[in-house]
């Protein structure tokens, strides 16, 4: 079975350029799930029930997220709601609403999807090498077909985990910088990795941002109370992992970047 599982949509140029490339990709590679890291669908912070549908009704089957899901309010009672949205499963244990892990059935496969948080240069979460194994507990007894969004900041932190959890999981496709890397492998347990998966958002931007702002964040010292996303041209970034049914190894893994030209062009 094929997985496309695409990087952090950022604002309404990233659901405008997923909007244009997303059908193709699916049509083109004959794929059966997809997953997207949707934490800053809304104005590039945060999300939203009608973010949400939209990209649902592109095709999304799940939406992980990461350290920006409550910049949202109506986040809270969306959570509640929604079973195909995932917060971070390394949240404090008295943290509701929400779960980082589910299984789903999705066009005949049954899917377990993970969703964790990287602690280094984060806040302080619950140690997600416990939280897996937590998961992993009762996860593999419904299904092999396991993918897992962590999402983090520390290259190494992201590597350990794709260590940790090599063998016991279809795919550790990380988030969160938004810049795409280009270590994508099988490891030697057969599960698929990558240090991060990457953006859809605006190419003229810094990791989504307008660039005027974040510099004079940097010049200054000063935060910026107000960041935007820029409109212009768009990339799709993304992984598409074909995986064994029956076993959950990953079969290969395949890095994607398309670009959007703003006129339903893709290149």
């Keep these: 079975m094929k997985t496309l599982i695409i990087g952090?949509?950022?604002?309404?140029?990233?659901?405008?350029?997923?909007?244009?490339?997303?059908?193709?990709?699916?049509?083109?590679?004959?794929?059966?799930?997809?997953?997207?890291?949707?934490?800053?669908?809304?104005?590039?912070?945060?999300?939203?029930?009608?973010?949400?549908?939209q990209i649902f009704e592109m095709g999304v089957d799940?939406?992980?997220?990461?350290?920006?899901?409550?910049?949202?309010?109506?986040?809270?009672k969306l959570l509640d709601h929604e079973k195909?949205?995932?917060?971070?499963?390394?949240?404090?244990?008295?943290?509701?609403?929400?779960?980082?892990?589910?299984?789903?059935?999705?066009?005949?496969?049954?899917?377990?999807?993970?969703?964790?948080?990287?602690?280094?240069?984060?806040?302080?979460y619950d140690d997600p090498f416990r939280s897996a194994d937590e998961i992993l507990g009762w996860i593999k007894n419904e299904t092999n077909l396991i993918f897992v969004d962590f999402?983090?900041?520390a290259t190494s932190e992201k590597q350990a985990m794709g260590y940790y959890l090599d063998g016991r999981v279809t795919s550790i496709t990380c988030t969160h910088t938004h810049v795409q890397t280009a270590d994508e492998r099988i490891l030697n347990g057969g599960s698929a990795y990558i240090t991060d998966v990457g953006m859809v958002g605006p190419i003229d931007s810094i990791i989504g941002l307008k660039r005027e702002e974040a510099m004079r964040r940097f010049h200054t010292l000063i935060p910026q109370r107000f960041m935007e996303v820029p409109e212009g041209e768009g990339i799709m970034c993304a992984v598409l992992v074909e995986a064994d049914e029956k076993t959950g190894k990953a079969k290969s893994i395949t890095r994607l970047q398309l670009k959007y030209d703003g006129k339903r062009k893709m290149h």
């Design 84 to 124: 195909r949205i995932l917060r971070p499963h390394n949240y404090p244990p008295n943290t509701v609403p929400g779960t980082g892990a589910r299984v789903y059935d999705i066009n005949g496969f049954k899917i377990g999807v993970i969703n964790l948080m990287g602690r280094v240069f984060m806040n302080f």
């Design 8 to 53: 952090d949509i950022i604002g309404n140029i990233g659901r405008e350029t997923l909007k244009a490339t997303l059908p193709k990709v699916v049509d083109m590679y004959k794929v059966d799930c997809v997953i997207a890291n949707g934490e800053n669908l809304a104005g590039g912070f945060g999300i939203t029930k009608g973010t949400a549908d």
């Design 62 to 76: 799940v939406i992980t997220s990461g350290n920006h899901i409550w910049d949202k309010k109506e986040a809270l």
């Design 151 to 153: 999402h983090g900041e």
